[in-house]
């Protein structure tokens, strides 16, 4: 057996990415704060911040019944900067007391009393930009609602701990540190600090520069502010619900004439198969004859196909999945009565619909028929557009069979005996199974293919009433 769709492949692949990415940036954190800090210890006091609040969130999100899914564990990872801030402010200041030649417990005291509602100030900043994310209405607050709070908590959690875990570990921990030349540690730290006196003296004749030239930054920051504003109305910076991933998997929609037959249908789809197995980049794939699924269209008609490719993992390849798909488009171009058109595979394992949808709506069938393939046509020939089709059909081709009633009656036959028999006669009828071992099988009853293969076949068909006549 080989398994030809796994949903759970890209919910598998987000997280361990997510966890890949929490892990990077408490390892990027603690890194910085050394250098900062220049102190193991005090780089250790305010990394414990980040597990202590991490881990309680966990309780409060059971209190919500959130789960570890992709967007509560991307605003976990999104927050580790967040979380340090408060612990950051608060040692800093501890640290500035011991300087001042206090003990450890008296500094911790002072320096968290002094510090304590600048930290409350900048918590509440970021709650009351997250909290206002989970909110919101609709489908973005359905999705955003869970990385709004877990973002909210994690982050007032964190100012707790730099109030009562952070002074506590500086009290016991904290020490002034004299950096040394003669280690390779102390030469790094001593760099740094030459770096960064030289960036904050540079950044002195900037300010003094600055303020020296105040009409000159003023113009010069609401010209910035002006032409930014401007990107969105001007086109420059486009708007879409959420950014299309490379997956890796796309659909090939199979359309051919109406009243094609199923067999031809086969033969084209296995001919959009040789080229799909043709290329390189792709793993595996499956067809489907007779039938057409998206994410909110399941079509089951004779002249349709489907072929959903699954390619290698992106790094493995030279080609993106849009230029696979453009690929193939132009290698099935040549064959006879074939449309094509191409939709990404969604997360939730159907084909994705058009990214462009227009709704043409009116009273008169004929007017909106004609107003829509005016409208195709002129999207067609708009640059940057692909694969434009519309959702209008002209109908299947049929036979219509118009009965005689009074002939129907003069020869003993009524109108639903007639039906039957062209029923039975050109679909077939299943009166019995036939039983082999444990399988059972249909015995269909219709005429030979030969006598109902054209349109005057329908007028030879015979019928029998109830005398049987």
């Known amino acids: 057996f080989t398994v030809a769709q796994d949903l759970t492949d890209f919910t598998r692949n987000s997280l361990s990415e997510v966890q890949r990415d929490l892990f990077l940036a408490i390892l990027m954190v603690a890194i910085v704060l050394f250098m900062f800090l220049h102190s193991a210890r005090n780089s250790l006091i305010v990394l414990l911040s980040i597990p202590t609040s991490l881990v309680s969130t966990l309780f409060f999100m059971w209190l919500f019944g959130y789960t570890l899914n992709l967007m509560s564990l991307m605003a976990l990872a999104l927050v580790i900067g967040i979380l340090v801030d408060d612990s950051i402010v608060v040692l800093e200041n501890i640290h500035r007391h011991l300087e ?83 280690s390779w540690i102390g030469r790094l730290v001593l760099r740094f600090e030459q770096m960064q006196d030289n960036l904050a003296d540079g950044y002195k004749q900037a300010l003094a520069w600055a303020l020296d030239h105040r009409k000159t930054i003023l113009a010069v920051s609401g010209g910035l502010l002006a032409v930014s504003l401007s990107f969105v109305p001007l086109g420059l910076i486009g708007s879409e619900f959420m950014t299309d991933s490379d997956r890796g998997e796309f659909a090939v929609n199979i359309d051919l004439p109406l009243g094609t037959t199923i067999g031809k249908t086969d033969s084209t789809v296995k001919a959009v198969e040789r080229v799909v197995a043709a290329m390189p980049e792709v793993e595996r794939y499956l067809s489907t004859i007779g039938k057409q699924q998206s994410q909110w269209k399941n079509a089951d008609q004779s002249n349709l196909g489907q072929v959903q490719v699954k390619l290698t993992d992106k790094r493995k390849r030279s080609r993106s999945t849009q230029a696979v798909m453009m690929a193939i488009k132009e290698q099935t171009a040549d064959i006879p009565g074939l449309k094509t058109s191409f939709n990404t595979i969604s997360m939730w394992g159907a084909a994705n619909t058009a990214p462009v949808q227009i709704e043409i709506i009116g009273r008169d069938l004929d007017q909106v028929v004609r107003f829509s393939e005016s409208v195709a046509g002129i999207i067609a020939q708009t640059e940057g557009t692909a694969d434009v089709t519309t959702s209008w059909e002209e109908g299947k081709p049929e036979i219509k069979i118009e009965v005689d009633r009074e002939k129907c009656a003069r020869m003993g036959l009524t109108l639903g005996e007639v039906g039957l028999a062209v029923r039975t006669a050109i679909e077939g009828d299943i009166p019995t199974k036939y039983q082999e071992g444990d399988t059972e099988y249909d015995i269909r009853v219709v005429l030979n293919r030969s006598d109902r293969s054209r349109a005057q076949d329908v007028g030879s068909i015979t019928l029998i009433n109830h005398y049987g006549q």
């Open 100 to 182: 001042k030649g206090e003990e450890p417990a008296t500094a911790a005291v002072n320096g968290r009393s002094e510090i304590g509602f600048a930290a409350i100030a900048i918590t509440l900043v970021d709650v009351v930009v997250f909290l206002p994310i989970s909110l919101v209405g609709g489908v973005v607050g359905r999705i955003f609602s869970e990385f709004g709070i877990t973002i909210v908590v994690s982050t007032l959690l964190s100012l707790f701990v730099s109030f009562t875990l952070t002074p506590m570990l500086a009290s016991k921990w904290s020490r002034l540190v004299e950096q040394s030349r003669e």
